[in-house]
């Protein structure tokens, strides 16, 4: 099998230059947007939280949330990439050979959360036919939404695929088995791969394109989670990894086992 090579995070954000506690407070950073996204502002056990940035590449978060039992999400802070025209008909995927993107982020290995991609077809925001995408690198005591299908080999790494659709909202999501604290991901081959699948429809437009982490509980304390690197490449021509970087060939294979719910 394919191993993905260690990729060596970025710089420890230590000196912020920004920082927002309010619900939907955020930055524009060299083409970047890192939002603090208390998205779920009302929720039971709902606490503060405050997102603190150096860079696009170099940031955390501190947030305090309490799960009351129901495992709701209660917030998302991120930083996203917004693809041209994203609040409407995005770009086609087709347009492009080439989609890698470059990651680091780690969580305090307490209470709930997963940290995660976020990346948004054909829409953006819940339902009216619009896909999420996660691929979660980092999962503690979280559950994904929808049923189990089966396991995929993505660009090195393994993966446990889950699927929900009901009509209205489709969400894909990939989880990893074990923490990825740092590397490289072929989006190019994980979106093909749910297209292939009959999850995501041919040909769909990208929207937006994030990486952070879902807080559903801290235990009632704050806890702090950190990110030290995020890149977007798009090329319409094949391009190879990202200069730095020793990310193995795309290989997009598929192991069925009996679907649960």
Known sequence: ATTQPPVVPG????????????????????????????????????????TYGCSEKSWYVISTQTNVGDGSVKTYPNIHLDLPNAFTTGVPFNNYASIWSTF??????????????????????????????????????????????????????????????????????????????????????????????????ANPSMNQFGFGVEVVSTNGQPLKYSFTDFSIKLSTTAIPPPVGTTSPPSTTTSTTTSPTT
């Open 104 to 201: 680091a982020g780690v969580g305090p290995k307490t209470g709930i959360y997963n940290i995660a991609y976020d990346l948004w077809l054909n829409g953006v925001g819940w339902g009216n036919g619009h896909t999420e995408y996660m691929i979660w690198t980092e999962n503690q005591g979280q559950t994904p939404l929808g049923r189990y299908d089966s396991t995929v080999t993505i660009s090195g790494y393994s993966w446990r695929a889950y699927w929900y659709n009901d009509g209205n909202a489709n969400v894909v999501s990939l989880v990893s088995p074990t923490t990825i604290a740092a590397g490289v991901l072929d989006l190019k081959a994980f979106i093909q791969w749910g297209i292939n699948k009959g999850w995501i429809p």
């Open 11 to 50: 710089s420890t954000c230590t000196s912020p230059v920004w920082q927002s506690s309010d619900n939907n407070g955020g930055w524009s950073i060299n083409g970047y947007y890192l939002h603090n996204n208390v998205w779920n502002a009302g929720a039971a056990g709902q606490g503060p939280q405050t």
